[in-house]
């Protein structure tokens, strides 16, 4: 686990980390949580699937654009 935090009035505490068996998004999802929320606010699980505002995504993100 890897945290980030910022003594600023109104900041929020952020943590990278690799979940096990008994976590919501199973064995080896990796997320970004907010502590200061308690959400996560990212997830990539063992699949590659990704999500955003969710523990458990069920789909693959691509993302793409023109310069």
Do not use: C, M
Not at 3 to 15: D, E, F, M, P, R
Not at 42 to 54: A, H, L
């Amino acid at each position: 686990q890897f945290q980030l935090s910022n003594t600023s009035a109104g900041a929020h505490k952020w943590q990278f980390a690799v979940s096990g068996s008994g976590n919501a998004g199973g064995p080896g999802a990796f997320y970004l949580y907010d502590i200061t929320a308690a959400k996560r606010r990212f997830t990539i699980d063992g699949s590659g699937n990704v999500g955003i505002g969710t523990n458990s995504p069920a789909h693959t993100l691509e993302g793409g654009g023109e310069t």
